[in-house]
């Protein structure tokens, strides 16, 4: 079992990775073999790079100090401090910065507060590299500066949903990012759910194509795409059984179906809400100002922007090692239910504002549409119930692909 509270096992990957002894399990031992394979692919890079971590905080006040001090607790800064360590270094070309962004959080003290102390504690420079730095959702929405129209109508952070956040710590990512070289900006989970020794394999794709610019993201998959690892309370799991052995795989397949069909640029990215995501600084900058989301659909909004922007070939899938942390984490049940559906009409809230008035679609695609948009919960319940009792013996996954008329019956 991978235990992101145990300090020893954290630093057991980093051990491995360097060829170090020990019998650590096959958790540890893929962990260890992400971050190798991405340390290498950083350090073949020939061209100097800055990379931006940032993350939204909101109660993460427990997850934030060591186990001696909460039952939860990862000591995540400091790891993931350590985690930055390690890749970067012996690499003179690379240096790395921090910015988390308290979303509201109403503990006392509040994250903000819990992490400026870890940060004057263990004496992180305030700018340059290795430097860790807060900032405060309520302050930008107070004074700026403006990131895009809708945001400077947020008035609360209680209209923010992590996306919010996140959205302020990338925009001042790049607002302060380095004058000169490539800056690559990424954004991942307050947990240590994703090892951040992972972050060359995302940085490569993205610097490793300055001749030719063609790739302006990379997006960590925790399943779906050969080498993603997904590891699980009982251990790590892999394609088909990452999703296959999924209690609620029928609303994920779905719910992919539904997005593959109705925003075909971003098809091929099949865990599109893995919050472990790079961009190049220069080409997400534009496409900051044009953010709308604030919740759960920020990710999707922003990945279309992106391949509006720069083309659906723009955006990178590279697999990762995902530890999946429920501890102090509100879920959805694995059971049909409102939140999944109001998942499949965010995605066709998501076409209706910025793929239909460019793109609309067509043939079964337009039939989909139709179904979707007048699918009451009644009918959703029923919908994944049926197609779940056709399961049996189907091997596909995230490519399939079922004809309307059939969805249609099933509803009925």
């Not at 958790?27 to 971590?53: G, M």
């Not at 990862?74 to 270094?89: G, I, N, P, Y």
């Not at 001749?211 to 925790?222: C, E, F, H, K, S």
Request: charged share 25%; net charge negative; proline share 6%.
């Amino acid at each position: 079992m991978r235990d992101l509270t145990d300090s020893d096992q954290n630093e057991a990957v980093l051990t491995v990775a360097e060829g170090g002894a020990g019998d650590y399990g096959p958790a540890i031992a893929a962990e260890a073999a992400a971050v190798a394979r991405s340390r290498k692919r950083l350090s073949e890079l020939e061209t100097p790079v800055h990379l931006t971590v940032v993350w939204a905080m909101y109660g993460e006040t427990g997850r934030m100090v060591p186990r001696s001090d909460h039952p939860h607790g990862e000591d995540f800064v400091r790891a993931k401090v350590r985690q930055l360590d390690w890749l970067t270094a012996g690499l003179p070309g690379v240096t790395w910065s921090i910015i988390a962004c308290d979303d509201g959080c109403p503990d006392r003290p509040s994250s903000a507060e819990v992490m400026e102390r870890i940060v004057a504690a263990e004496g992180y420079p305030a700018t340059g590299h290795r430097s860790v730095r807060v900032v405060r959702l309520a302050d930008v929405l107070a004074s700026g500066p403006s990131i895009s129209p809708e945001f400077d109508r947020l008035t609360s952070t209680d209209q923010s949903r992590k996306g919010g956040s996140v959205l302020a710590a990338l925009a001042e990512a790049v607002r302060t990012g380095p004058g000169t070289g490539r800056h690559v900006v990424a954004y991942t989970d307050a947990d240590l759910s994703a090892n951040l020794a992972q972050l060359g394999s995302l940085v490569a794709p993205i610097v490793g194509d300055e001749r030719t610019g063609t790739t302006v993201g990379a997006l960590g998959q925790r399943y779906g795409v050969d080498g993603a690892v997904l590891v699980k309370p009982d251990g790590p799991t892999r394609e088909p059984e990452s999703t296959g052995g999924k209690a609620d795989k029928l609303i994920v397949l779905f719910r992919h179906y539904v997005r593959a069909l109705l925003v075909p640029s971003l098809a091929h990215v099949l865990d599109t809400q893995a919050g472990f995501k790079a961009f190049d600084a220069a080409a997400l900058r534009p496409v900051l100002s044009e953010m709308t989301s604030f919740n759960e659909t920020f990710d999707v909004e922003l990945l279309i922007h992106l391949a509006q922007r720069y083309g659906a070939d723009a955006l990178a899938v590279e697999p990762i090692v995902f530890t999946e942390d429920f501890a102090a984490t509100n879920f959805p049940s694995v059971d049909p239910g409102a939140r999944h559906l109001a998942m499949v009409r965010q995605v066709v809230d998501l076409y209706d504002r910025f793929v239909a008035p460019v793109d609309p679609v067509t043939g079964e695609a337009a039939e989909l549409l139709a179904l979707v948009r007048g699918l009451d919960l009644d009918g959703y319940v029923r919908l994944i119930e049926r197609l779940r009792a056709e399961d049996t013996g189907d091997p596909t996954l995230f490519d399939r692909r079922w004809p309307v008329a059939h969805l249609r019956a099933l509803t009925r």
